[in-house]
């Protein structure tokens, strides 16, 4: 995801927990990247597992995608890519 980089990743992964914490059994960050291409903002990857004692599906995965997606989106003007 690209953001300001004044948005810090402890903000973002609150913000991942809560919108999915019904499922969210693992966050960890990968990698962090800034350039003078991206200018003020950063780049930022997560690694998100999930799980609930049994394989979620496609529709509940997705779920829980687009609810994190409209957090971030709504609280941090994220672009996802």
Do not use: P
């Not at 799980?51 to 997606?69: K, P, W, Y």
């Amino acid at each position: 995801m690209l953001c300001e980089k004044s948005v810090k990743v402890s903000d973002l992964s609150a913000s991942i927990e809560k919108a999915s914490r019904r499922y969210l059994v693992g966050l960890n960050v990968f990698d962090v990247f800034t350039s003078e291409k991206l200018g003020d903002k950063q780049s930022i990857a997560f690694k998100l597992s999930m799980g609930q004692n049994r394989t979620l599906s496609v529709e509940e995965v997705q779920e829980v995608m687009d609810a994190i997606t409209q957090e971030l989106v709504s609280k941090y003007n994220v672009e996802i890519r």
